[in-house]
């Protein structure tokens, strides 16, 4: 995790329905990453933002129940090139988000390289949807499903291959809304499921203890995907679908340390940060707080 790491910033609000995620990049460069990385002596590339249609533009926004799907295809190949070009070079990629449907585009070009990765996936919700299952078509709640291989072969094949993860290579902490169908499909799938009752239960040393040990004798890389709704309301406003009774700032300060200590990850992305809807860009200023532990920030 102390190589150079590189920004790509992906201001996609496609993957759902609610507006203004398309700024989290740069509410979390307001919020000061790059000065805060680099106060930690690290080679900070800032590579800007991958393009993405407007949605105005967009003349078949809806593609069965999948809303936005050519769109949201076309951004994810452009990113998952992106991240492959990052990962040649050897730099550390750090994604900003956007919606969580970019994830199908940062597993694509990390994959690549990773042939079996693992990925701890910080969210509220499982986004483990397909067409099928999905309530409401938004693709942002679709990304682990795509990338196990279940949905729409224009995103399960964006990089040209398919499934990108393993179902026993990911470890999902926080969760705490499930959909009817993902809860079928993580039994189905055995995929390890931290909710809140477990966090409360354990305590967050022992759920990052237990789930770092599980990854790391398994992978060959370890991707961190974090939600900022993952955490609660009350830490992070700025988020689309705000979920009570989350994973506190503390508890989310202490897993990032924990993840820089196993020096274990070797990709990361910040997700669904929508300064509309926060108060006095909180969350992105969160987000920064929270990749400083990540990238090795002590107190003392």
Do not use: C
């Not at 979920?243 to 993840?259: D, K, Q, W």
């Not at 926060?278 to 532990?293: F, I, P």
């Amino acid at each position: 995790m102390k190589k150079a790491i590189s920004i790509i910033g992906v201001p996609m609000d496609l993957g759902q329905t609610r507006r203004g995620v398309d700024m989290g990049p740069s509410a979390i460069r307001y919020a000061g990453v790059v000065e805060r990385l680099e106060q930690l002596k690290l080679t900070i590339e800032d590579l800007g933002d991958i393009e993405i249609e407007s949605r105005e533009r967009i003349t078949s926004p809806n593609d069965g129940n999948l809303k936005n799907l050519s769109a949201v295809a076309k951004a994810s190949e452009s990113l998952a090139a992106k991240v492959d070009e990052v990962l040649s070079k050897g730099n550390f990629p750090l994604v900003f988000g956007g919606d969580h449907s970019i994830a199908i585009g940062t597993l694509a070009g990390l994959t690549k390289h990773y042939p079996n990765m693992g990925v701890i996936w910080y969210d509220a919700h499982g986004d483990l949807n397909t067409g099928e299952t999905s309530p409401s078509g938004n693709i942002h709640g679709m990304p682990l499903a795509v990338s196990l291989g279940l949905g729409d072969p224009a995103l399960t094949n964006i990089g040209g291959f398919g499934p990108k993860l393993k179902p026993e290579n990911i470890v999902i902490i926080g969760a705490r809304s499930l959909d009817d169908g993902e809860k079928v499909l993580i039994k189905e799938k055995g995929i390890k499921v931290f909710t809140m009752h477990e966090i409360d239960k354990m305590g967050m040393t022992a759920v990052m203890e237990e789930a770092i040990g599980y990854l790391k004798e398994r992978t060959d890389g370890v991707h961190l995907s974090l939600d900022l709704d993952g955490l609660d309301p009350h830490d992070a406003p700025g988020v689309g679908t705000p979920v009570l009774g989350g994973i506190s700032y503390r508890e989310s300060h202490l897993a990032m340390e924990m993840l820089e200590e196993a020096n274990i990850l070797t990709s990361a992305e910040f997700v669904e940060v929508n300064p509309i809807l926060d108060e006095r860009n909180k969350t992105a200023t969160v987000a920064v707080a929270l990749m400083g532990s990540l990238f090795g920030e002590k107190l003392l």
